[in-house]
Each structure stands twice: as C-alpha cells, then as structure tokens.
C-alpha cells in the first residue's frame, strides 16, 4: 500500500536512499544528480524518476517550487560528497569539498520538511576535533531543527552483509512536537551473511547484468591464491614472484598487508567496506578474483533489477558510494513511525 508521506532525496548517485525509500511505499518527489553515469543509472531503471539534472548550487527557490508542484515534502535525504571528512588526508574545515553538506541545508532551509536524514562518513565527526560535527548541528538549528541528533550507524545491523559505518543525522523541524524521543532505528540482532548474499551467483558469471569478473593477469591469479577465505596478504609475506607489483610501473613496489584490495571475503561473516572508485572491491570468498559489480551490489543490498551503467570503474564507484538500500529502508520506515504518531496526535486532538 502506499504510503501518504512523501520524500527528497539530494546527491542520489546510483539511488540506495531513492530505492530505499520508495521500498517503503513513500511518494518520491525529486532527485537531484549531478554525474552523467548516475543519472543514466537512475533513468534506465526508474523511468518515471523526477530528477534535476545539475549542480545544486544551481537550484534555487524557484526551480524547487516548480518541481514540488505544491506538494508538501515530509522527509529530505541525502549523502552530500565527503572527500573532506575523510579520515584520510586533510580534515580542514574550510576544505572547499565540504560545501556540498551547506547546500543540503540551504535546501532543508529552502524546502522545510518535516524531517531531514544526513548521511556522510564517520571521519565527520573527528574532522577539527569534532568542530565540523558541531557547527552542523548549530546550523541545522539556526534553520528551525533545534531537535537534531547523529549517530554511526553499522549497516550489518540492518540486514545489510557489511560492516560498513556511516554518520546520519536525523533531525525534525521546531513546530512538531513528538511523544517519543527522537531516535534511529532498532537494531536487528540477525546478521546476514556474505555467503548468503553472493554464491547463488557462482556459475552466473557474464550470464546476468553487472556481473563480469576482471580479467587479472597471471601473476595477480596467483597472487590471489595465496590469500585463505577472511584473510589478507600472509603476514610470513607472498611467494617472491609475486610479492611485486605485476605492471612494469610498480615492479619494485612490494606489496603492503593493508591494502583492502588483497582482502578475501569469509562466507560466514560480513563484508568490509565496498570502497567505491577503481575497481578495488575485495576478493570473493573462493573464487580467484575481485568481486564483480553485481556481487557488491548485492552486498550494498541493491536488488538485482538495478543496473548500473558506465564502465566498471563508474559502476564501481556509483555502487560504494550508495547508502545500502536496506538500511535506507529501515531509516524510512523508522521515520514513517513518527509520521504516523504525529498524525495520530492531530486527530486525536
């Protein structure tokens, strides 16, 4: 059935927070994207989406009015890019990277929902000892959303085969009153697994959308080899003819234990981090080979029917970067609770 509630969702790459939301039986209202390989991803798959194509530096009042067509939104999502939260590199608060998580609150302001859900990385809230976390708060506060809280969340609580951690803030407009708390969604104590997720695939390779394994060379194959299920580079180190990198610019260059690249996955556990960008997705459990789009897909909880476009280092790159869809789901569902109640507090008056 589908819901009354309506949602934004802004910076939607390849739409973990759009299929999420719509999985609740939301009313979607708009998308914002900017990147050609995302929006050809969105339009392929949802043909009826409602998307601004452009920089959203670019859309102001006016355009976003014509859009709404008069329609209230309830809940406004999105993952601003955060190159400058990472935990790696600079963490500057002027980094001019960051702008991107003003702008969703130049919308928020502009639109006035009833509720917002920030997405961003959890280096956010250490970025300048944590001042970058606290002027966000002042400045969603400065706007009307004095009730804002944030949390890191862990995608494996949420159905979601992956240990991936994220900052979401959650926060509602200063006109609503709640009879509860407001708080992010309950945990779920089972936990599913890598194996559960992705070896049904075995066998399907090149035979469904997405999932085309890299073609490694000889000395990677065998480099491959020597890494056992859930574990890294051996700590004894790799056989000599393979310890080197195998393209003539990285001969000399030994390889490190830390790099995710050289991670195999354990079928009984849940996955590291889908790092987006340059086809480093870790290693599949048994198979000598790094995952395939569609299988890191499946561990960001995409279904199947997504198709992702581009080449594989775009397709790579729109898969990481998503908010797993089924978390995006159990975030929606958790703010339909308190849309819920505060229709139930109106009516009852």
């Known amino acids: 059935m589908k819901s009354k509630y309506s949602f934004i969702d802004l910076f939607t790459g390849a739409g973990g927070l759009y299929r999420g939301f719509k999985n609740s039986g939301m009313e979607h209202l708009l998308s914002v994207e900017i990147w050609k390989p995302a929006i050809n991803t969105l339009k392929s798959n949802y043909l009826d989406i409602e998307l601004y194509e452009g920089d959203i530096r670019d859309l102001d009042k006016e355009k976003l009015m014509k859009y709404l067509k008069g329609k209230e939104c309830d809940v406004l999502v999105g993952g601003p890019p955060c190159q400058g939260f990472s935990t790696i590199g600079k963490r500057l608060e002027k980094d001019p990277r960051n702008e991107l998580v003003f702008e969703f609150i130049r919308i928020v302001d502009t639109i006035k929902p009833k509720f917002f859900i920030m997405e961003n990385v959890k280096g956010l809230l250490s970025a300048n000892k944590g001042i970058m976390k606290n002027l966000i708060i002042q400045e969603f506060a400065k706007i009307g959303y004095k009730n804002t809280i944030s949390k890191v969340l862990c995608a494996a609580d949420y159905n979601v085969p992956q240990m991936r951690q994220r900052v979401f803030f959650f926060g509602v407009k200063n006109d609503i009153s709640l009879s509860t708390e407001l708080t992010f969604p309950e945990i779920n104590e089972t936990k599913v697994t890598v194996g559960e997720a992705i070896m049904d695939l075995m066998g399907k390779e090149n035979k469904i959308p997405n999932h085309v394994p890299m073609k ?68 599949h459990p048994v198979a000598n080979r790094s995952l395939t789009v569609r299988e890191a897909a499946r561990i960001q909880t995409f279904p199947d029917d997504v198709i992702f476009s581009g080449n594989r280092q775009e397709q790579c790159i729109q898969v990481g970067n998503a908010v797993p869809v089924k978390l995006a789901e159990a975030l929606a569902k958790n703010v339909i609770k308190y849309l819920e109640a505060i229709d139930d507090g109106n009516n009852s008056r």
């Open 216 to 283: 490694h060379n000889e000395t990677v194959t065998k480099r491959i080899k020597c890494i056992p299920e859930g574990g890294g580079i051996p700590k004894e180190g790799l056989p000599k003819e393979v310890a080197y990198g195998s393209r003539s610019d990285y001969a000399n260059n030994k390889l490190k234990n830390f790099s995710h690249v050289y991670k195999r996955l354990n079928r009984s556990k849940q996955a590291t981090t889908m790092v987006p960008g340059h086809n480093a997705f870790p290693l």
